[in-house]
């Protein structure tokens, strides 16, 4: 066989292959959503007069081609280990892959969404805790890219510029570093968050930090849950890499908390892990609901009686929560990406209480969320 019958041959085999994968991406079952990038895909829109003349049709067909080709995330798996092996690129899409972790390369630092989130703080300070509260704590969880950006080369955002950003405009605060607590290893290698399990030293030097009393590594044990973990950064990095396990704090103590979602307006009988979560796309979320809900209550018999803390939070204070618990009869979590302040909250009033704002780094430099 000559080289042109081979050649129109291959060209007739890719064509085939354009016009059946094109053909079953616009008139075969969409799918509604992607569980590896965790997020809705675009259905095919609506034909109308107006969306044809004013273009937008067009550009939410183009949109909704792309998200439901066949093979796509087989096709962004060898995109990714193009650029990753291929072409040596240190990073594709700002994720790089160091010591077997996804991690990305978080930078550079938003001054103006670090300054709009210390201003939502001090909102919360003004309204419901000046004069009020007997202690207020901050304390500032690094993301990965702090501990592994400077041995891999990469570059990340400026730290110590934000740490003192919030020392200096949170007077009333109390600053606890837990930086030297934390390493790589204490975070999940696909997902942006720390492991519970690895959580004991850090809320021991949080508590310690507050008057309260430490924890006994030795009283508790771990569940492992036998579902895998593909957390945020495994679909967004779209390479091959063993998926994550998640494992469940058990003590003595803890297993006599009791738990309460207080988003109605009045408390209604909660779980510490919530075991419904195994079905959504995000497992952390069995860490108290993740961060879906904007208040949670933990009762426990064995705390100092009378002796209350309020945790303003994001979805890092899900899993170290029941560890902040230990020497507090009743704690209060708050997630003020869920509830706007500026409304009155019954289970929001600080009188003689601790009040600790835990947030992470990556929270402040994206804070739009916070209302």
């Excluded at 240190?90 to 709009?116: M, R």
Aim: a negative charge.
């Amino acid at each position: 066989m000559d080289n042109k019958k081979i050649r129109a041959i291959g060209a007739a085999v890719l064509a085939v292959l354009w016009v059946g994968l094109t053909f079953f991406s616009w008139f075969g079952p969409a799918k509604e959503l992607s569980t590896s990038e965790r997020r809705p895909l675009k259905q095919m829109p609506a034909i109308t007069m107006e969306s044809i003349l004013d273009g937008s049709f067009m550009k939410d067909f183009e949109g909704f081609t792309l998200d439901q080709f066949p093979l796509r995330d087989t096709f962004r798996s060898i995109k990714a280990l193009f650029h990753n092996y291929a072409m040596n690129q240190s990073d594709n899409n700002d994720l790089y892959i160091s010591d077997g972790y996804i991690i990305k390369q978080e930078q550079p630092l938003d001054p103006a969404s670090v300054e709009h989130a210390l201003s939502r703080f001090q909102f919360v300070y003004e309204k419901h805790l000046k004069d009020k509260a007997s202690n207020i704590y901050i304390s500032l969880v690094p993301d990965k890219n702090f501990y592994q950006a400077e041995p891999s080369g990469h570059l990340s955002l400026d730290y110590a510029t934000m740490f003192n950003m919030v020392k200096n405009r949170i007077p009333w605060a109390m600053y606890i570093d837990i930086t030297d607590t934390l390493s790589l290893e204490d975070y999940y290698r696909t997902d942006t968050h720390w492991r519970q399990e690895n959580l004991i030293p850090t809320a021991q030097k949080i508590l310690a930090e507050m008057g309260a009393q430490g924890l006994k590594p030795e009283d508790f044990t771990t569940e492992t849950l036998d579902k895998p973990f593909y957390g945020v950064y495994y679909g967004q990095a779209a390479l091959p890499v063993k998926p994550d396990t998640i494992q469940m704090l058990h003590s003595a103590a803890i297993d006599q908390y009791k738990v309460y979602d207080c988003n109605e307006g009045k408390p209604v009988g909660s779980d510490l892990y919530d075991m419904s979560q195994l079905d959504s796309m995000d497992l952390y979320d069995v860490f108290l609901t993740g961060a879906k809900k904007g208040t949670m209550v933990i009762e426990n018999p064995n705390g100092t009686p009378g002796k209350e803390l309020i945790v303003f939070r994001d979805s890092y204070g899900s899993s170290i929560a029941p560890l902040l618990v230990s020497d507090y009869a009743k704690v209060t979590f708050i997630d003020i990406r869920q509830y706007n302040p500026a409304f009155p909250n019954p289970f929001l009033n600080a009188e003689g209480k601790d009040v600790l704002f835990l947030y992470s780094t990556l929270v402040l430099n994206a804070s739009q969320e916070l209302k």
